[in-house]
Each structure stands twice: as C-alpha cells, then as structure tokens.
C-alpha cells in the first residue's frame, strides 16, 4: 500500500523530509510506503538536487491540497498566509496534514482544529515546538494518564545560544547578536527569537495540549532577552545563577486558571535546565504522579525537524492502514489520543497574580539609610527580602542587588513604583524573574 504525499515548500525543512523519505533503509518499513507525489515550491527553473523529479514540482500549491490523490500535505513553507489558508484547504479536502509551523497554528489553531475535527482527518505537529525533540507526542500519548502540572521550556534555539555566550564570554547581547547572525544562527531579523514571540508561539501549543484547552496567544505574557545585559549575567553568576529564556505553563493543583509565560529568569545552577547550553532546547514536564520529565535535544535543522515530520507523517499512514471505517462506509474515525478535538479556551491568570521571587538591580545615590528604605518599602507591599547586597559603584552611583523570596508579582511591582519615586533612587536598573 503506498500513501501518497504532498510537499508545501522545499527549503530548510523540505530538503530535509525529501532526504529522508529517500532513503528508507534502516529506518521504520513504513517508510518505503511513502511517495512523494507533488512538491509546491516558487520557482521551476531553480536549479535542484536530482533526486527530485521534475514532473512532481508544481508552482500551484492550491492544486495539491486539492489533488484527490494526496492523502497527506506536509505544510513546511512556513508563515501565516498563505499557509492556513492552504492547511484549511486541504483539511476540506480530507487530507491529513502535517506542520511545522509554530507561528501559524498558535494563531490559528482553533480554526484549523476545528476544521480537522469536523472533516474527520488528523493535524500534527511534532516539528513545530522542539523540533526534533519528541515533546507533543510524549505530552498527548505517554504522559496522557498524568495531571501535567508544569511545562518548562528552553524552546528557543538562537536566544540560548545567545545567552550562553554572553555568559561563557561576558559580551553584550547586542554584540553577540550581531556574531550570531553572521555565523547563520539566527535570523536576519532576529526580532521573533529575541524578543521571545517564537517561544511564546510554542508554549501556547504545549500549553493547549498539556491542559486539554485552548490558549488565546495574546494572553500570552511575552518578554525577550534584548535587555537582558553582561552585568545582569556577572551578577547571577555571583549569586549561583544562569539567565535563561524561559517559557513556562502551569496549573496549580487547587486553581482553574493557568500561568503561560516568556521571559528571562535566573535559573539556579543546580537546575536541571540551567546546563541546557548553545542551540540546544529541552523541555521540562512536571506530572502527578510521573514526576519530573525532561526531553532535551536539537530543536532546529533540517534533519531534526525532519525526522519529526516524517514522524508524524509515519503516524498517519499507520492510522490509516488500520483504518476500516471506510470499507464499512463508516465516516474516519480519530484517534482521540493523537486528535486535538478540545474546544473551549484555558483561563490564563494575569501577571499580577503571579508568585515568583525577583532580581532588581538599583542605582542609589550613596546616602546612608537606603538599603533600610528600599528595604522598608518591599515589607510594606509585603514583599519579603531574601538578599540585599550593596555591590559597588557604577557611574558615580552606589548599586544595590536585591533577591526576594516568592512573592506576589503585582505587590513587588507597587513596591517597585514608591522605590522609584525615592529621592535616592537614580534608576532602576533592571528587574528579572527567578526560577
Ligand atoms: N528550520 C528549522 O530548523 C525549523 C525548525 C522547526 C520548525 N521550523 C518551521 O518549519 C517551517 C519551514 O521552515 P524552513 O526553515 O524550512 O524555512 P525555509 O525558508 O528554509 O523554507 C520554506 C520554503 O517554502 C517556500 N515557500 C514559502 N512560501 C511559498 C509559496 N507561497 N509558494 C511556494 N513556496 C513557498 C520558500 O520558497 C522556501 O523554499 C516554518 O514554519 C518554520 O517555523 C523550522
Ligand atoms: N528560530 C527558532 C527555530 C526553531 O523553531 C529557534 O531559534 O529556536
Ligand atoms: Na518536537
């Protein structure tokens, strides 16, 4: 039995899925099932690998989310439109699909759900968090007898290698940046990686899947690594700890509502995230009663996304080779545990609610009393203090490092407001959250 595909884009991750469904030896016997029966692509005359026919490119990518052949489109061209309009397309037409577009279906996955669910046909996504990381299907199948409690992600490749740099070296971010994307790491505008709108994308989609709802992504608090500087990494060093961008989803065992958020976050050294260096991603699950789960691996490339969406397409095709609904001239039925078929949408608390400890970093000038006020202030908003150190002088100003227990993130911020308005206080330097 052969299960024909079609290809929608032949970059990074195309080339990839090409490479692998061409050479099938070694791997699951499924793949030889495969065919590659069209390839949407922009242009014919680009010159390509021989081992792509011709006869199979097409610039006409609507006629092969249509093609009554194809019984999987694999969607790797990337960006919103036309993208969902052609994963919608083909989802009317019955075809299964795969992605890897993180961007698209967390903007648009309610509607493409929806669509799938009502056609009776499957949408996967192994490639679009983690890349080649196995970390949707582990949430939807092998974890599926767990409460998940907590999703802890280092989901983006170019802000890790970005910050580990900075902290292995003690340059700038913007320095660094700018050495990243002349060595092909990241974009040439880098702003959905730094400023933390690729990750927040990817912790709405494992946040949907881990706490079976809907996630709006604006609801998503988003915060990047662009001020994130070499002295706010020298002093975390010093107080035990590694920056990291982090994105985080939790459900607190008595509440409804979930935390879903990105931001930097002084990881403690003996974490297990904080030895995720360079590229590398790993995502941290926490389930009652597994535990502690980490998956950690490449989270981009074309190989590793590629052998997620080959995959998923493998997942496909052996979904419908058991598949007898159809000789019974029954409607496809959906493997509920693989289907995303949830339908109302997750409350998400705002920031304010939050219970986190934070790192602030003042610039005072040097009068005597000011760590007493600063201190003073935190205890009236009922922020209590687990470290103040005066650590030296920056510009002719006495600088003060304070580390707080768990407090309420909408009572540091008041507190933050009076010690602002202090005739002490020169500036605010920066404030992070701590793991
Ligand atoms: N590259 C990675 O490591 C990686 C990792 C995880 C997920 N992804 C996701 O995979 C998808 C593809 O990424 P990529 O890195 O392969 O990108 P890419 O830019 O290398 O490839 C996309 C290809 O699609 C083609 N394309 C785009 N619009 C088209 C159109 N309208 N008609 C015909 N062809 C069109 C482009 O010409 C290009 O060749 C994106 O959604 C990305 O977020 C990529
Ligand atoms: N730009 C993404 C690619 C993988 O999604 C990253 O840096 O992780
Ligand atoms: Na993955």
Redesign the pocket.
Known sequence: MAFKVGL???????LGTVEILGDPAQRHPLVQELVIHKV???SLDKPRDPRIPKEILT?D?ESIVTDPDIDIVI?????LE??RSLMLKAIQHKKHVV??????IAKFGDEIFTAATEAGVHVLLE??VG?GIPVIAPIKQSLCSNRIRTVTGIINGTTNYILTRMQLEGGDFAEILADAQKLGYAEADPTADVDGLDAADKIAILASLAFGGRIKLPEVYCEGIRHVSAIEIGYAEKLGFVIKLLAIAKRKASEEELEVRVHPTLVPKAHPLASVNDVYNAILIEGDPVGQVMFFGR????G??ASAVVADVLNIAALLKTDLSELAGQPPILDPLIACAHQHYCAIAPMSDLYTRFYARFLTRDYPGVIGKIGTCFGDHEVSLESVVQAGFRDGAAEIVVVTHEVQEGNFRNALKEIEEMKEIEKVASVLRVL
């Open positions: 929608l884009g032949l970059g990074t991750v195309g949407g692509v922009r610039t990518l969607e790797v061209m990337g960006g036309p993208a992605t890897a577009n993180k961007a698209a490639a679009a890349g989270g981009a490339g074309a590793p996304t």
